[in-house]
């Protein structure tokens, strides 16, 4: 007897209940992989396998809402995101201060630690970047991972891997910008949080896209930014930034026309990051 009865399960992504299946090969598929064919839906397996009409096996290359491919690992990048941050982090625990001091988000500043000026202003624009995969304590490590983890795990899919990775990266320079623009420039700033809160941004977008329950959703996203402006010793900026970026890089991913797809995305895209760059050189002119 089966000990959950219900609805069938997807066979890709067991976790999910569907009453679809597969015009072809009649197995369960979850709306993730349903793939619109002339009768109603084919899995991505049939799909990739070929149509049938007589045109090449890719001509049906299945798709993720936002028209990216649809992956056998739909959790790649978030992989690779994570391994990047316990790198880093094991780093930190070997090199010490020093290493952090090399890394870290400061505007425009003198460090005791490397007996020089240094900051995002004085040149070192890596560190917009460098920071945000940059952590000292393991609890600030620990609560990254996990929102990477669980929130990259439901965007990413989402999305497909190149846009997904054009989000992270967006999102953690777009909190960077902000931390930079705003805060003192001597105040030091780093951590994946940027990065977690523009997937929360994006979590956002993809469940009113999705017309889901907004409620649990919005519960999350006033708790988070609850903990930002309360706990001391949080740059509030980056989460902002990340947050904002976020929701807005996937807005135009996710509601961008069909006929203008790539144009429309790759150009939103590229608006974000000229408005970051625009910031960053106002904010260096102003400090130097």
């Known amino acids: 007897m089966d000990p959950h009865p219900g609805l069938p399960r997807c066979y890709r992504h067991p976790e999910a209940e569907t009453g679809i299946r597969c015009a072809r090969c009649d197995r369960p598929i979850c709306h993730r992989c349903m793939i619109s064919a002339s009768v109603g839906f084919q899995c991505p397996d049939c799909v990739r396998g070929g149509s049938g009409t007589g045109h090449a096996a890719d001509a049906n290359q299945p798709r993720t809402l936002a028209g990216g491919k649809v992956a056998a690992d739909d959790r790649l990048v978030t992989k690779i995101l994570i391994g990047i941050n316990l790198v880093v982090y094991l780093l930190v ?9 090399e890394l870290v988000l400061i505007g ?6 490397l007996g020089e000026v240094v900051g995002v202003a004085d040149g070192e624009w890596y560190r917009l ?5 940059l952590h000292q304590e393991v609890w600030h490590i620990l609560f990254n991972v996990l929102g990477l983890w669980v929130i990259g795990g439901i965007v990413e899919p989402e999305l497909g891997r190149i846009r997904y990775a054009a989000l992270c990266l967006l999102s953690g320079l777009s909190g960077s910008v902000l931390a930079y623009l705003v805060a003192e420039p001597n105040q030091p700033s780093l951590g994946a949080s940027g990065v977690v809160f ?18 649990p959703v919005v519960l999350f996203v006033a708790l988070s930014l609850l903990m930002t402006f309360t706990r001391p010793g949080i740059s509030w900026e980056a989460h902002v930034g990340g947050l904002v970026a976020g929701a807005l890089v996937t807005y135009a991913l996710v509601h961008a026309p069909r006929t203008r797809r790539d144009l429309v995305q790759y150009g939103a895209c590229g608006l974000v990051l000229l408005i970051d760059l625009g910031m960053v050189f106002a904010r260096s002119a102003a400090l130097t």
Not at 108 to 113: C, D, E, I, R, V
């Open 108 to 113: 425009y500043a003198f460090s005791p630690g």
């Open 129 to 133: 970047l460098s920071s945000t995969v």
């Open 198 to 215: 523009g997937l929360i941004g994006a979590w956002v977008v993809l469940a009113r896209r999705r017309r889901h329950d907004m409620r």
């Open 93 to 101: 625990l070997v090199l010490g201060d020093r290493f952090v001091d």
